[in-house]
């Protein structure tokens, strides 16, 4: 039988949503919004496996607020930063882990099938994202924000998660990158640092990432209306 593992980074502080609290306990819709996005992952055909990556204060909490899924999930304890939380996540892999997603906690309208799809693609590639293609003109500033340049937007897109790696790749690329000292928003960013190939997976632009409250708002017209 074939293991499928899937993290979850769910460490953050929620300064940006100025909630006081790790904005994946609040109020959505009646559940956490952590919650919703573990019913898209247990939705899945593909999940054997998931791991929720917490801090050690948060654990009590986020497992209340899980309900039905708390037994389903393995606990492993954050770092300071999303890179070390990941860091930490995938060195506490089991043994038998080949290939792995990490998903955002706070993406909680990911929809199952983009999961599965996700999964099906690293089966061929070693890296893949999910990501959407950018609709707006993106400018280029500098430290004064003065327009330099317009990229081509035929070949931005914005990322999203999941992202898939094959374990051995994605543990040697946050060793490297502890060494060096590199900071990156996510974990296909290291892959690029060594020239290493990720491939896109076109996603859709309901995944969005909750960070702000009006955020929060968006998410719960379309779980009232999903």
């Given at each position: 039988?074939?293991?499928?593992h899937l993290l979850i980074?769910?460490?953050?502080?929620?300064?940006?949503?100025?909630?006081?609290?790790?904005?994946?306990?609040?109020?959505?819709?009646?559940?956490?919004?952590?919650?919703?996005t573990l019913k898209a992952?247990?939705?899945?055909?593909?999940?054997?496996?998931?791991?929720?990556?917490?801090?050690?204060?948060?654990?009590?909490?986020?497992?209340?607020?899980?309900?039905?899924?708390?037994?389903?999930?393995?606990?492993?304890?954050?770092?300071?930063?999303?890179?070390?939380?990941?860091?930490?996540?995938?060195?506490?892999?089991?043994?038998?882990?080949?290939?792995?997603?990490?998903?955002?906690?706070?993406?909680?309208?990911?929809?199952?099938?983009?999961?599965?799809?996700?999964?099906?693609?690293?089966?061929?590639?070693d890296a893949v994202i999910?990501?959407?293609?950018?609709?707006?003109?993106?400018?280029?500033?500098?430290?004064?924000?003065?327009?330099?340049?317009?990229?081509?937007?035929?070949?931005?897109?914005?990322?999203?998660?999941?992202?898939?790696?094959?374990?051995?790749?994605?543990?040697?690329?946050?060793?490297?990158?502890?060494?060096?000292?590199?900071?990156?928003?996510?974990?296909?960013?290291?892959?690029?640092?060594?020239?290493?190939?990720?491939?896109?997976?076109?996603?859709?632009?309901?995944?969005?990432?909750?960070?702000?409250?009006?955020?929060?708002?968006?998410?719960?017209?379309?779980?009232?209306?999903?």
């Amino acid at each position: 039988m074939i293991i499928l593992h899937l993290l979850i980074p769910a460490a953050g502080s929620g300064s940006r949503m100025k909630a006081g609290k790790n904005k994946l306990l609040l109020n959505l819709n009646g559940e956490s919004i952590l919650y919703w996005t573990l019913k898209a992952v247990f939705l899945s055909e593909k999940v054997s496996w998931v791991g929720i990556i917490g801090q050690p204060h948060d654990r009590s909490e986020i497992i209340n607020s899980i309900k039905e899924f708390a037994g389903k999930i393995n606990w492993i304890n954050g770092g300071n930063t999303r890179q070390e939380s990941v860091r930490n996540g995938v060195n506490n892999l089991p043994s038998n882990a080949v290939k792995v997603l990490i998903h955002d906690g706070a993406r909680c309208l990911i929809k199952s099938k983009l999961i599965d799809k996700c999964f099906t693609e690293l089966e061929e590639n070693d890296a893949v994202i999910l990501a959407v293609k950018v609709t707006d003109t993106i400018k280029v500033v500098n430290e004064n924000r003065i327009i330099k340049e317009t990229p081509n937007r035929n070949f931005l897109w914005a990322a999203q998660t999941p992202q898939g790696f094959l374990v051995s790749q994605l543990k040697k690329a946050h060793q490297i990158a502890k060494d060096n000292s590199w900071n990156v928003t996510d974990d296909a960013s290291l892959f690029e640092r060594l020239k290493w190939p990720v491939k896109i997976i076109e996603g859709n632009s309901t995944n969005i990432k909750i960070t702000s409250p009006i955020d929060l708002k968006i998410a719960s017209l379309f779980l009232g209306n999903s």
